[in-house]
């Protein structure tokens, strides 16, 4: 159990177009989602925290114009890039968790804004 | 906020030697404490964890050990092998649904043959 699908795996896409990254829990309720950036070699910076049917709640330096969090569902969350540029490629990871489940990544979406 | 340091940052052992990598918190609210492991351009994996009411726990060839009252808890990998290289997270959180994690900043660990 608990398994968190994300899509997709990697993308390019062309400087100043918006990129759509979804994170899914397959078998079971996600009452919380979170979304990171990792750069390479480093470690997961959170960036924001969304609540299924609230607005995210955003990290300190986070642009929430940027980087807009959607939390409709209890088994979807999506991250959109909006006006990618280059500094914003990374590799994106979402976890999820939910009652009575456990803390659990998806497969990462690497970005590269060209 | 928490706060985790993680050190060493990297880290090279000998086939069968063991490794060991620190990590210290500052939230005394903190009761949940996992480590992971990621492969280059995958997932973090949980390996291990330990919550604040026990003081060591051991799968196998990995342990991780917490001391509450000076705040740090450690990850004890024994009889290591090529397949235990990766880079390894340690992170603190309180232990309830919603609350987010606290990662460290990783220890690159790479077991020479």
């Known amino acids: 159990g608990a398994v968190v699908s994300q899509h997709p795996s990697w993308v390019i896409c062309k400087s100043g177009t918006s990129v759509k990254i979804e994170c899914r829990s397959l078998?079971?309720?996600?009452?919380?989602m979170f979304w990171y950036r990792q750069f390479p070699k480093q470690s997961l910076m959170l960036m924001a925290t969304?609540?299924?049917?609230?607005?995210?709640?955003?990290e300190q330096g986070v642009e929430k114009d940027k980087f807009l969090i959607n939390h409709a569902s209890l088994t979807l969350s999506t991250l959109t890039v909006t006006s990618a540029h280059p500094e914003d490629s990374s590799f994106y990871i979402c976890?999820?968790?939910?009652?009575?489940?456990?803390?659990?990544f998806g497969s990462g979406t690497r970005l590269t804004v060209v | 906020g928490e706060n985790v340091e993680q050190h060493p940052s990297t880290l090279s052992v000998q086939e069968g030697d063991s490794a060991v990598i620190k990590c210290t918190y500052s939230?005394?609210?903190?009761?949940?404490f996992p480590w992971y492991k990621q492969e280059l351009g995958k997932r973090p994996q949980l390996i291990i964890d330990?919550?604040?009411?026990?003081g060591e726990k051991k799968d196998q060839r990995i342990a991780v050990t917490l001391n509450k009252t000076a705040k740090h808890f450690s990850l004890h990998i024994t009889e290591t092998q090529p397949e235990d290289s990766a880079v390894y997270f340690c992170?603190?959180?309180?232990?309830?649904?919603?609350?987010?994690?606290?990662f460290g900043t990783g220890t690159s660990l790479t077991v020479i043959p």
């Open positions: 939230d005394s609210a903190s009761n949940y």
């Open positions: 992170a603190a959180s309180m232990r309830n649904t919603g609350n987010q994690f606290y």
């Open positions: 969304s609540n299924e049917g609230s607005k995210a709640t955003y």
């Open positions: 078998d079971f309720q996600a009452t919380t």
């Open positions: 976890s999820a968790t939910g009652t009575g489940y456990g803390y659990t």
């Open positions: 330990i919550r604040s009411n026990v």
